[in-house]
């Protein structure tokens, strides 16, 4: 089990849980369908829809067991403007492996906020959780994504050919890696907190 301490202070980002006061501001990016285009899901048809999925938002501040994640709300320190979210997924306690996402408002790209925000969620995964790899998967056309992960210094490991039906088109993923040791490399003086279990009994 592993709570995260909120927010997380980045250098210019606020991470915060999800509030139901941010309905308004997710559905400006959340309900945009260009945002959807090279994810699985697609934009809510109305409010009651963006309801939902930031009901779901609120729901992800800690890891219980595999299959859960972190997904915080990406906020400008010097506005407090909500710009988009990032998450962390535990895939795999008998693996140690996580999963790392990101989406921003089209009016507040080009500005490295998605690479600083993921960046934390790394950090969270490596130093607190202590995950042994975590992975960003991504529609091979997701270019602006790939540099995101590139930029993160992950490896990319794979260009799987066709390999999903998705929007009623066979789409290419790619996917990037990094481990532990490379980022404790990068990152002297980090200590790992302790893994992650898997919940126990029942
Ligand atoms: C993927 C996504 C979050 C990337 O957004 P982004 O703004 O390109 O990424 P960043 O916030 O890291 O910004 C990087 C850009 O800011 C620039 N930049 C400016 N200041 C920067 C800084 N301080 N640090 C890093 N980059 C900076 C970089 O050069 C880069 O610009 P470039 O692409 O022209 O080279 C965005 O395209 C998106 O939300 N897409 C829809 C959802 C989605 O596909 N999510 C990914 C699912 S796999």
């Known amino acids: ?4 301490d909120l927010p997380i202070e980045t ?10 006061a941010d309905v ?14 090279y994810l699985y899901s697609e934009a809510p048809a109305d409010l009651d829809g963006i309801r939902e999925v930031l009901a779901r938002r609120q729901q992800r501040t800690a890891l219980r067991e595999q299959g859960d994640a972190i ?13 988009g979210d990032v998450l962390l997924c535990w895939t795999s ?16 790209r080009g500005r490295g906020y998605a690479t600083e925000a993921a960046q934390a969620m790394l950090a969270l995964a490596f130093d607190r959780c202590d995950l042994h790899r975590v992975v960003g998967r991504l529609d091979a056309r ?13 490896r990319r490991e794979a260009h799987l050919r066709e390999n999903e039906y998705v929007k009623g088109e066979w789409a ?13 490399d ?7 907190v302790g893994p992650l279990t898997a919940p126990t009994g029942g």
Do not use: K
């Open 142 to 154: 997701n270019t602006a994504s790939a540099q995101v992960l590139a930029r993160l210094g992950m």
């Open 1 to 4: 089990m592993f709570t995260p």
């Open 71 to 83: 997904q915080l709300a990406v906020v400008l320190r010097e506005t407090g403007q909500l710009v």
């Open 172 to 184: 290419d993923e790619v996917i990037y890696a990094l481990l532990a040791r490379e980022w404790r």
């Open 93 to 108: 306690a008998a693996h140690r492996q996580g999963e790392i996402g990101y989406l921003l408002h089209p009016d507040h």
């Open 186 to 192: 990068r990152c002297t003086g980090t200590t790992p």
């Open 11 to 20: 250098e210019r980002l606020h991470l915060r849980a999800f509030q139901p």
């Open 24 to 37: 308004t501001d997710l559905h400006a990016y959340f309900g945009d369908p260009a945002v959807h285009r």
